[in-house]
């Protein structure tokens, strides 16, 4: 789904709906071809208005000219319209819609490599995974391990303080004299990711897991690169590892 724009999604989850409209004409009392055609239904009004919401903000003004038209049919699709009329619809808008697609290609709005859960509040820490995804999906894969560690390492400093009441800082002394070397010594992510851990903000079978994220973001931001590729896959895992670490963290900290 990578390469695959959000007009080719919609456009897909019209054409399941008209199947299903067909096999409604057959079969008008088939639970499960109800049951799907409204599950279905409900999934192009997601994403027709996902979509309708990031047109806004384009100044394409033959593609706003030409989306009135997907709106028009998608209204009658999602409304009351009888089975025929509906089928009937999606017909003409199968022969409309190449070109749409010919001004959308133009913008080049590529769907998402990752969708943000919704555990994942409006903070600093998701701006910074947001630039990660970002990143990841114009081919940036050393920032965005860099990012990825930076957001996971802002949500534990933000859990820490909402629970402790302190900055995440210690004293330094020395192992022989036991004189202070540094009076505010920051954890780092990987003291943080333990003491959340320990307050059990993240389970033990997610424990390998943040140290592999802190690993792979400090490899990201310290060179030589040399064995450290810039390398898709590695990106990929460090964006999932990040999601589900968040997820983890603040359904937990509800708890």
Request: glycine residues 4%; positive net charge; aromatic residues 8%.
């Amino acid at each position: 789904m990578e390469q695959e724009n959000e007009f080719s999604q919609l456009f897909e989850k019209i054409k399941e709906i008209k199947s299903v409209l067909g096999s409604l004409t057959k079969y008008k009392s088939n639970p499960n071809y109800k049951k799907k055609l409204s599950t279905l239904t409900l999934e192009l009004n997601k994403n027709f208005r996902f979509l309708k919401a990031k047109l806004t903000k384009n100044n394409s003004t033959n593609l706003n000219e030409k989306f009135k038209n997907v709106e028009e049919a998608i209204t009658l699709i999602l409304g009351n319209a009888n089975i025929n009329e509906k089928i009937n619809k999606i017909k003409e808008l199968e022969l409309f819609w190449p070109e749409v697609e010919v001004e959308f290609e133009d913008l080049k709005l590529n769907i998402r490599s990752f969708d943000m859960p919704s555990e994942i509040p409006m903070t600093e820490y998701r701006l910074d995974l947001e630039e990660a995804i970002k990143d990841f999906d114009n081919g940036c894969f050393i920032s965005s391990l860099v990012l990825c560690r930076r957001a996971y390492e802002g949500a534990l400093v933000e859990a820490y303080k909402i629970k402790e009441k302190k900055e995440p800082v210690e004293e330094v002394k020395c192992k022989h004299c036991k004189n202070i070397i540094r009076e505010k010594a920051y954890f780092g992510i990987s003291k943080l990711h333990e003491w959340a851990i320990k307050q059990r903000l993240i389970t033990d079978r997610l424990k390998q897991v943040g140290f592999l994220l802190s690993d792979m973001g400090s490899g990201a931001a310290h060179p030589p690169l040399t064995d450290f590729k810039r390398d898709k896959e590695i990106a990929r895992l460090c964006i999932t590892a990040t999601i589900t670490l968040l997820k983890e963290l603040n359904n937990n900290r509800k708890g």
